[in-house]
């Protein structure tokens, strides 16, 4: 399967603003992260 494919296909909406980032110096776009593998963490203090 080509990676082509699937291209242009996936339109995420932008991150809101006044989130808190971690191990950054400024917060992230999309645009920033556009053709890149990205790995979401989701975690929670119980």
Same mark, same amino acid.
């Given at each position: 399967?080509?990676?082509?494919? &699937? ?37 929670? &203090?119980?």
């Amino acid at each position: 399967m080509s990676p082509r494919m &699937y291209q242009g296909q996936v339109n995420a909406p932008e991150f809101p603003d006044g989130l808190e980032w971690m191990n950054t110096d400024r917060p992230l776009t999309m645009s920033d992260l556009r053709g890149k593998v990205v790995v979401l963490d989701f975690w929670t &203090y119980c």
